[in-house]
């Protein structure tokens, strides 16, 4: 089996049990969230283990906790508003989206456009690939919550911006933490993906960015 087959094999298995959650309700995404940063956790714990340098040492558990504490008060924000799965639902689409966008960017345009966004901490990103998910992930999230929510366009472009970006962010936090450790994945179990650390780690920090910012607009 290739490995996209793999890829999407497992994408489609989390999809799925995202949607069966979703079914259930706020508990079982509460539950879903809460098994991310969990897994996460685990695999930071391995991932510091492997680091040699003691100053290496320090940032990763720095960039480690700082990403975990602020993930799960992100989710607690989240959690007291009713609308707490529609916000769920928006932030995974819009990184989704961005994730694709960038995907193409990258491979339509990458080599005419080779600029490297990180190329000592994830050689394969251009900025390119960074614009595309930029645009893309922040066209979903104008489209939904302008559609939804009575806030201004304005606002809605500035806070589809700075999620996409912290999405971006949190991606590059995890191949730095990676990159100090000598490892290419965070984990195995997720085939074609790696761990949930690399499959959820943009999410990781747009959640705790997007409920801030949210916090500031209501």
Known sequence: MTDFKVRFQTSLTLLV????????GDKAISLFLFA??????????????????????FKVVLISSLLLIT??????????????????VIIMGSIAAADTGAYFAGKKLGDKFI??????????????????????????????MYTLYDYSLGRILALGFLL???SIIGDLLQSYCKRCAGLDDSGSLLKGHGGVWDRFDSHILAIPVFAFLLSMIL
Do not use: H
């Open 17 to 24: 049990i995202f949607f069966v959650c979703l079914a259930i």
């Open 36 to 57: 991310i940063g969990a897994f996460s956790f685990m695999e930071m714990l391995k991932i510091i283990k492997a680091v040699k340098s003691p100053n290496k040492v």
């Open 71 to 88: 993930y799960y008060e992100g989710v607690a924000s989240l959690l007291q508003y009713d609308d707490f799965v529609y916000f769920i």
């Open 115 to 144: 600029l490297k966004l990180a190329p000592s901490i994830s050689p394969n990103k251009t900025v390119i690939g960074a614009l595309g998910g930029l645009i893309a992930g922040g066209l979903i999230f104008t489209l939904t």
């Open 164 to 166: 996409v970006a912290s």
